[in-house]
């Protein structure tokens, strides 16, 4: 499996932006389908955003639609989550996750197929 890390949160007023990156090492990043999760405090950890190992499929989930894009450079090992208009509502801790896949085109939805995650980086929006 991968290891991943994440970096790149921090605090930030209301309107601003963060751009998060996720690194991993070990071999085969590109057989991965990734996603971005956040989990403030009391509640659970959701899927924000994925894309498939080749890039060309990407999902959000509609509170952030035309204000996150998830992306990655499989050259790099990183995939990247560019946060643009944040809300004091996107506070949490961002996770990125990654899900070994045969499927190419696939965005993984399902929190339990992700095996590979990092620690978490945390995202503070004041208002």
């Known amino acids: 499996q991968v290891q991943l890390v994440e970096s790149g949160g921090g605090m930030v007023q209301a309107g601003g932006s963060l751009r998060l990156s996720c690194a991993a090492s070990g071999r085969f990043f590109s057989m991965y389908a990734m996603g971005w999760f956040r989990q403030a405090p009391g509640k659970e950890r959701d899927l924000v955003a994925g894309?498939?190992?080749?890039?060309?499929?990407?999902y959000y989930v509609d509170s952030v639609k035309g204000r996150f894009t998830i992306s990655r450079d499989n050259a790099k090992n990183t995939v990247y989550l560019q946060m643009n208009s944040l809300k004091p509502e996107d506070t949490a801790v961002y996770y990125c996750?990654?899900?070994?896949?045969?499927?190419?085109?696939?965005?993984?939805?399902?929190?339990?197929?992700?095996?590979?995650w990092g620690q978490g980086t945390q995202v503070t929006v004041s208002s």
């Open positions: 894309i498939s190992r080749s890039g060309d499929n990407t």
């Open positions: 996750a990654g899900d070994f896949t045969s499927a190419p085109f696939k965005v993984t939805m399902s929190k339990d197929e992700y095996k590979s």
